[in-house]
């Protein structure tokens, strides 16, 4: 799982196996143990870039 080389403003899907989340635990009744997680995320700004840069 990386951001390397993720331009701003370019979307990425993140999928990570419990192995490496949470194992066999559940988490705040809301993840459960054994859970893939998958996050969709956008890189928005870089402090002291901007876009076209």
Do not use: C, H, W
């Not at 080389?5 to 999928?15: A, F, V």
């Not at 490496?20 to 700004?45: C, K, Q």
Request: glycine fraction near 12%.
């Amino acid at each position: 799982m990386t951001f390397r080389g993720l331009e701003l403003e370019e979307k990425r899907k993140l999928t990570i196996a419990p192995s490496i989340a949470y194992g066999d635990r559940a988490v705040g009744g809301v993840i459960p143990a054994n859970s893939t997680l998958v996050f969709e995320t956008e890189l928005v700004a870089i402090k002291g870039v901007t876009p076209g840069q």
